[in-house]
């Protein structure tokens, strides 16, 4: 009776033992009640993720956030919003300068026959040369650009600049200051051809490009015996200083 008793004891142990093999999954396990899976993972994945902006708003934010290895969510943190704002990214209108010829905010003045006077001067040295002064008589100071344009009587024909004359800046001249210009008016070896006495004479003002008018002219006064001169007929470029305008 005694061994029987050991006998069922033994099986008893080796059941147990068997039924735990087969929980680690080594067997097959004995089919029970069905047992619902964890629910934190799947209620985690399913439930859609709270809103994190209010409607209407006009602008969203990029945020950051995720989970962990075992499934528990990270709160999500926000970056500022990187675009500009409204009136930033409008800009600034900027420009306040007013237009004008010289870029500083008024137009240039041009000196001519109206806001100068202009005489016409022949002179002892150099040889067979005349001076032109012009004198600023306006308000406002006033630029002389490039030559003058010269014309005894009814000449045809332009008396050219001498290119070496041609100073590195405008002539300007403020109220009351002058400008000058020298005139070689005949060969000095009576080389020059077509020679004649002139008993008029009409100063043109050009512009501010090369050969554009500068009007009105004026006609200074001549000597009682006119002047003579030939084909060697060249001008210089207006000059600051009188010395500049005879030194050729």
Not at 23 to 47: F, L, M, Q, V
Not at 91 to 110: F, H, Y
Not at 184 to 206: C, I, M, N, P
Request: with cysteine; glycine share 14%; net charge positive.
């Amino acid at each position: 009776m005694r061994h029987i008793r050991l006998l069922a004891a033994t099986g008893t142990a080796v059941a147990a033992l068997a039924l735990t093999a087969c929980g680690n999954g080594t067997g097959t396990e004995d089919e029970g009640a069905a047992r619902p899976a964890t629910p934190t993972a799947s209620a985690e994945k399913t439930a859609p993720e709270k809103a994190t902006g209010k409607a209407g708003s006009g602008t969203s934010q990029a945020g950051t956030g995720g989970r962990t290895a075992n499934g528990t969510p990270v709160a999500r943190t926000h970056a500022p919003d990187a675009r500009p704002s409204a009136s930033t990214a409008r800009g600034t209108r900027g420009g306040t300068g007013t237009g004008g010829s010289s870029g500083s905010g008024t137009s240039v003045v041009l000196c001519n026959g109206a806001n100068t006077t202009v005489t016409a001067q022949p002179v002892a040295r150099p040889l067979n040369h005349m001076l032109i002064t012009v004198k600023n008589t306006g308000g406002k100071t006033c630029e002389l650009p490039y030559y003058p344009v010269l014309r005894f009587d009814q000449m045809q024909w332009v008396p050219q600049a001498d290119r070496g004359t041609q100073p590195q800046a405008v002539v300007s001249l403020a109220p009351g200051e002058s400008g000058y210009a020298g005139v070689l008016l005949a060969a000095a070896d009576g080389s020059g051809a077509g020679g004649t006495t002139a008993r008029k004479l009409t100063v043109g003002f050009q512009g501010l490009t090369p050969n554009s008018s500068g009007d009105p002219s004026a006609t200074p006064s001549l000597p009682a015996e006119g002047v003579y001169y030939d084909s060697s007929l060249k001008v210089t470029y207006w000059q600051q200083e009188r010395d500049d305008a005879l030194s050729w």
